[in-house]
């Protein structure tokens, strides 16, 4: 039995599991290998005496921007094993990024794959990189060297990953980690989620996001291996889920759309077929809202539970659905707080608001992030009693279960009454002609911002949806009218980026605000 008491750092988290698993598969991808988890200890003693070659040891700084790889899982843990800073960099991100988190983080190396994917990262690299930052390309194979080399393991002090928000409308945020800090949110995701050494599944979202070592984490706790993938391309993961018997797999709210709608194309296709994935037990993620219509339609269509969650960089887990909630639960909320996480709503002066009552998400936890690189954000981000203020809206149910009802500043104000976008959203796409829906505020002389909603259709054939027979239907779902929307654009897909793909609404407001009244 795994206890967590007697675990620090991640590195004795993989030596605890190599002697506890030895001989068990840990990883497999989509060319057929694989590899046990003591076997990818073993491999990681090896790429962390190559990079101590390299110069590389306990406080170094070193960025790397890697794809989803078992190697790159290696050479995470290897620079964990040095006790050297990892700064992940997810690799979409491109030249203004990359300088911008090689600049703040002072970074001494970054590690590059090469060419992947058509883009020559090392070029890149070379170009944004300050001079004495060192380009280590990858793309011919891990440094590797004798592990008899390798220092003693000495205790981790102070900050060991560095990750930075995606940024998409102001600078990254610089979020300082500890491993004891990733270590409770995987403990967090493992207990949630309850699997075991005969579940199999899956990472196809970027090992650089901060959702990669709390998979890996749990991994390592409950003693189950996964199926990785360098790029998420849903027919393609589909079959190699199937050919491995996946029993999780998902990543956000994203990858649960993509295998719907894989699904319902391969059954148009063949009359009577079987399931997407016939070992599929659940569906898990988080990082974007989980419209209740979409869980509904994803469980019946997949045939398994849909587990929703919720964390962000600064706190990688802080509620979890789990496999034994309601359906209502699972549709409904992101589940309970996850051990160790203590949340409190307050209202907009600062007092806890009450079960059931709408405010905003702070929280305290093991799991939670050291400090910013920024001082000043982290006096921001702290209240006196040392709770973290999330900027997102939600409320705790009598069953303890959290509702998220949307962010501060995802907050409509429409002449002077808050309106929030995600409650409107849901109920959009409990609409048959919608496929997905985004709501935005957009300027407006009379109303100071007017509701807009933008929506992809599920029958891009049919005629489109008008804007009468849409406020109609939510006049019938019981939305006030002073919340329905003003305005309706159908677009064929909805803007989206960063590692989890999620909608960028920066992007829909732009682009509808030029026309804005």
């Known amino acids: 039995m795994f206890e967590a008491a007697r675990v620090q750092t991640l590195w004795e988290l993989v030596e605890y599991r190599a002697r506890a698993s030895r001989g068990?598969?840990?990883f497999f991808d989509a060319d057929g290998r694989s590899v046990t988890f003591d076997g990818v200890r073993d491999e990681a003693l090896r790429v962390a005496a190559g990079l101590r070659e390299l110069g590389i040891g306990a406080g170094s700084r070193v960025a790397w921007q890697l794809p989803s790889r078992i190697g790159t899982v290696l050479v995470s843990l290897a620079l964990a094993r040095l006790g050297a800073v990892q700064i992940p960099v997810i690799p979409l991100h491109r030249e203004r990024e990359v300088g911008f988190v090689l600049a703040e983080s002072a970074a001494e190396f970054v590690l590059v794959p090469g060419v992947w994917r058509g883009f020559d990262h090392t070029a890149m690299a070379r170009k944004v990189a300050a001079d004495g930052v060192r380009v280590v390309p990858v793309e011919d194979g891990l440094p590797r060297a004798d592990p008899a080399g390798v220092p003693?393991?000495?205790?981790?002090?102070?900050t060991t990953w560095i990750y930075y928000t995606s940024g998409t409308t102001a600078a990254p945020k610089g979020v300082e980690h500890t491993d004891a800090t990733l270590l409770a949110g995987g403990v967090g995701l493992a207990t949630a989620l309850g699997m075991s050494a005969r579940d199999i599944g899956s990472i196809a979202f970027p090992y650089a996001h901060i959702a990669g070592p709390d998979y890996v984490i749990a991994m390592l706790v409950?003693?189950?291996?996964?199926?990785?993938?360098?790029s998420f391309e849903p027919g393609r993961a589909a079959d190699v889920y199937r050919r491995r018997g996946v029993t999780m797999a998902g990543g956000s709210t994203a990858f649960y759309q993509a295998f719907l709608d894989e699904s319902r194309r391969r059954r148009a296709g063949r009359p009577g077929a079987g399931r997407l994935i016939p070992s599929l037990r659940l569906l898990s993620g988080g990082g974007a809202p989980l419209p209740p219509e979409l869980c509904t339609a994803a469980r019946r269509e997949l045939e398994c539970a849909i587990v929703h969650g919720y964390g962000m960089t600064e706190c990688p887990m802080i509620a979890m659905?789990?496999?034994y909630d309601s359906d209502e639960q699972l549709a409904r909320t992101v589940g309970r707080p996850v051990v160790g996480a203590e949340i409190r709503i307050v209202r907009p002066d600062g007092s806890g608001a009450a079960t059931g009552e709408c405010g905003e998400v702070t929280l305290k936890g093991p799991m939670l992030f050291r400090r910013y690189t920024d001082p000043a954000l982290t006096a921001a981000a702290f209240d006196a009693e040392g709770y973290f203020h999330t900027g997102d809206l939600g409320l705790l149910r009598p069953d303890g279960h959290l509702v998220l009802t949307g962010r501060l500043k995802d907050i409509i104000i429409r002449k002077g009454e808050n309106i929030s976008a995600q409650e409107i959203e849901d109920l959009i796409h409990t609409h048959p002609a919608v496929a997905e829906a985004a709501v935005i505020g957009l300027p407006d002389r009379e109303r100071g911002e007017?509701?807009?909603?933008?929506?992809?259709?599920?029958?891009?054939?049919?005629?489109p949806l008008a804007l009468d027979a849409l406020t109609a239907h939510l006049r019938a779902a019981g939305l006030m009218t002073q919340k329905l929307p003003e305005q309706l654009e159908s677009v064929g897909e909805l803007p989206r980026g960063g590692p989890l793909n999620k909608v960028l609404k920066s992007v829909l407001r732009e682009r509808y605000a030029r026309g804005a009244r």
């Open 152 to 158: 003693a393991v000495a205790p981790a002090e102070g």
């Open 222 to 230: 409950s003693g189950f291996p996964a199926v990785i993938l360098d």
């Open 24 to 26: 068990a598969p840990m």
């Open 321 to 323: 659905g789990t496999p």
């Open 450 to 463: 007017r509701v807009c909603a933008v929506i992809t259709p599920a029958d891009p054939a049919a005629p």
